[in-house]
């Protein structure tokens, strides 16, 4: 064959080698939070422990559901900065339903059952999100310039509602059959509180999604080349507004589980979430640009975050500085980022041989359900 | 045309020489220790097909890449460049394949880029344009130096490109496929300018995958094949075929239109097609045009850069909106589809830009040859691994790709072999009718005979295809049909037995280069 000649010969072998260095940059998130558990046990007596670590989990569930969210928004090359908003409306609204919708024409107070609260605040979070994608889907409207609107609407609206003040009483009453808020913060499934459950099975749906889901491949190609998935017959609008309307729904659950854990609805609730889901994401290894990263990255990095933070506070640190080490770490992040992608182009194109040898197609994105797991 | 005529072998030395020149990567030796010389005033084009070491060598010149073993002799003394301004400081220059321009900016600002003529209070901005104005002069375009870099359509953005290298005075001149999105007259005026640069002594290396067009403007040729010289020769000692076998190894023809069958029923019909120009001006790019293709039927569109044919092809496609017409893919009127449902019906596009529209970088080999056809191995949400494996397997054994199971990453497949991914994918979905446009673009002569001989076993088989060329060659190759088009408009259409002089006249093209 005529370009036979051209193609050197390629074996996958010579890069199998143990190389520490990759090694300790592609985990990079997993080896920062061995770090930080270990730097913090010999720190402090009390950080080491099964319950610690649950209450932490429970700090960082809120975060990590955020930031899968955040993470689908980013694969797809866009930014969500609504999260935090949402997440404040959604607890306004919860807590708003508990106290009871008075319909003046009918002369009744509907007292909705936790069940139909939970999913209307989920329909909220998905409208807000839907308003998100439709502006940058269809009214070409910059992601960010999107979201940072919809993100002051979103809080405007959350604070008009309760004029400010935080609804107090979410517990319901036993007659009117609306009781059981508190279950989402304050129950534990085999030890293991709900909300770092919800978590983790969001966190299985979403691995699920993006390896084994046309939907996920869609994504991965959309936030890679737009251009060259919409020539492939990819629906690039859909699966924008799609992900937004996903980040939606993920703020609002996490709206749901904070407002029930604090035992009240606030309107400034979850300020500036948006940047912490953010870093998490990134912190993760994914690409802002789109199309790289996964989920297992992205849990990683909001443990890293989130054991962090509480670490911090269990040795005493002033809150100012937690403020100082988690910017560090997430510029380090970053930087580590550029690093590996740096390292990842240059070995292609050098070597001109397989980056990824030895896999069958369709593992290459490594993400999926057990590696979930062991971040919880 | 002859190659310009022989001048004295007075000045025949080498400005710039390379000694057993060799790099390698890893396991991968690049380059296995090349010699050639570069000609005082001269031009000394490379030939080779991708991966045969060209794009490394320049690197080397240019000072962008260090070799392992070798040396580089500039004017007989040894020199070692550890960065592209050390090269550019002793007078060499390079002219990138991929255009590095700020898209943003003017002509002249993106001419003096980084080198702005400063004054006391600042940028001498005047000066900059009468220096751009003048460049433009000399490459007899007619663009205004204040005109932004986007406005410009590609083949003013690579005479930007060229005016720049022009502006740094430079000794010798690395020129990486410059033609690439040149007319045939902005050609002409490139290789007046070239020859101009020479009379006053500029050495230019000239890289082609154009080697009839190579070969009227270089004086020396040096092939290369599998990172190693295979030969060199004085431009008016040799010929294409001359050219072709050292670069190859072997005779071979682009192929001929295959016969023995007969054709379908119309599987694509244009029906007055028109297509505005994007930019808003109203000028219809495309304008009520008609063309009908029957199934197993190639037709092949030439024509000049602007002729409309990119337009034509993606307003088929769904990718630009018709301003009037209608598309029929086998009795159905697609006009009103989207991209996706027109997949479905099977009509699909192999886009010009095959990093920009064809592949998506960040997924592996495999991915994307899947990625058109996810459906057929989705079943209730989820998609079977198995499935898309075969999938894979199918399109690789296919269309030839050079790779493993497809787990590689994309980008390190050479240009011939990620084409023939974007082929391979759109085919999987099993089409009926296949638009691709300049299909060779950038890749090697054998991989464009394996495309065109996979096309042709295809409409064999009763695949419609058309494709798009610049190159007056690959009309003769496998096409059944030689559509010109010229002004958005069909300006002639001819069997396959028609001659170049032909299609150029058609075209609107100087018959005379």
New interface residues.
Partial sequence: MASSVTTPPRSGLFRDGFDLGRLLLEGRAFFALIAIIVVFSFLSPYYFSVSNFLIMSSHVAIYGILAIGMLLVILNGGIDLSVGSTLGLAGVVAGFLMQGVTLNALGVVLYPPIWVVVLLVCALGAFVGMINGILIARFKVPAFVATLGVMYVARGFALLMTNGLTYNNLGGKAELGNTGFDWLGFNRLAGIPIGVVVLVVLALIGSLVLNRSAFGRWLYSTGGNERAAELSGVPVKKVQVAVYMLSGICAAIAGLILSSQLTSAGPTAGTSYELTAIAAVVIGGAALTGGRGNIRGTLLGAFVIGFLSDGLVIIGISSYWQTVFTGAVIVLAVLLNAVQYRRRVKKTTETDGPSASLQPTGKGLTANATHGKIAS | MTPSPATPPASDDAVLSARNIAKS??????LKGVNFDIHRGKVTTLFG????GKSTLMKILSGVVTPTSGDIVLDGEVVQFSSASDARDCGISIIHQELSLAPNLSVRDNIFMGREIRTATGVDFAEEARQARALMADLEEDIDPMTLVEDLRLGQQQIVEIARALSVDSRILIMDEPTSALSATEVEVLFKVIRDLTSRGVSIVYISHHLEEALQITDYAVVL??GAMTANAEAKDIDLEWIVRNM???N?DLGSPPTGYAFGETALSIENVSVTDASGSGYSVVDRLSLEVKAGEIVCIYGLMGAGRTELLEAV?G?MPLSGGRVIVEGDDITRL???QR??RGLV?V?EDRQ?????????V??NL???S??SF?SR???S?SG??AV?NEAIRKV?I????????I??L?G??QQKVVIG??LA?NPRVILLDEPSRGI????K??VFRLLSERAAKGLAVVFSTSEVAECLSIAHRVVVMRRGKISAQFGANVSKEEIMAASGEAVHL
């Fill in positions: 990567y890893g396991n991968v030796h690049a097909e991708n991966g045969a094949r599998d190859v190894g072997e071979f496609a990718r989207s991209i996706a997949i479905d596009l886009p920009r529209d064809g592949l998506v970088q960040t997924m592996s495999g991915q899947s990625l058109a996810i459906a989705t949400m989820l998609m691994r898309e494996q894979v030839h050079k790779t493993d199971g497809g787990s590689a990453a980008g390190s050479s011939g072999n994918k759109m979905t090697d002569i054998g991989a005979a394996e």
